[in-house]
């Protein structure tokens, strides 16, 4: 019977505090409610089937508030097509953008340098798998700016 090797790979185990983010944020105040007690980012829902759907517009002033008081920006998405991906992208300097659906990778090829949040809801089918594993080998090897 075969030993079992101990690990070689060293586990950062460093204590910090989490950073939240907040998702769904529809009114100005709201902002200012969470910058007062400490959240770190703001997720703004551009998802019409929401119920805390906001259009570009009305997201990029929440944005700014954000910006204003030292948040994160999320623009939140999900299954958008390319104009439409590439639109958010371009209207406002998003810190992330939140893709929450079935997106490829390739979609966020021209993108300019907002950071990629690819959120996927697992249940274990096999095409939840299968997106993963696209999205991981996609960015495989390259650099992590």
């Known amino acids: 019977m075969a030993q079992h090797e101990p690990s070689t790979t060293q586990l950062d185990t460093t204590v910090t505090l989490p950073r939240i983010k907040v998702c769904g944020v529809t009114r100005a105040g709201d902002i200012d409610f969470l910058c007062k007690f400490g959240f770190k980012a703001v997720g703004l829902n551009l998802v019409p089937s929401s119920k805390r759907f906001l259009d570009l517009d009305r997201a990029i002033d929440l944005a700014k508030r954000c910006k204003d008081l030292g948040l994160a920006t999320v623009a939140v998405l999900m299954d958008p097509t390319v104009r439409e991906f590439m639109d958010v992208s371009n209207a406002f300097a998003w810190d992330f953008i939140q893709l929450h659906g ?7 090829e021209g993108c300019p340098s907002n950071a990629i949040i690819k959120a996927v809801s697992w249940s274990g089918r096999s095409e939840e798998l299968d997106l993963v594993l696209r999205w991981s080998q996609f960015f495989s090897g390259r650099s992590k700016t």
């Not at 079935?102 to 966020?108: F, G």
């Open 102 to 108: 079935m997106e490829v990778p390739e979609l966020t």
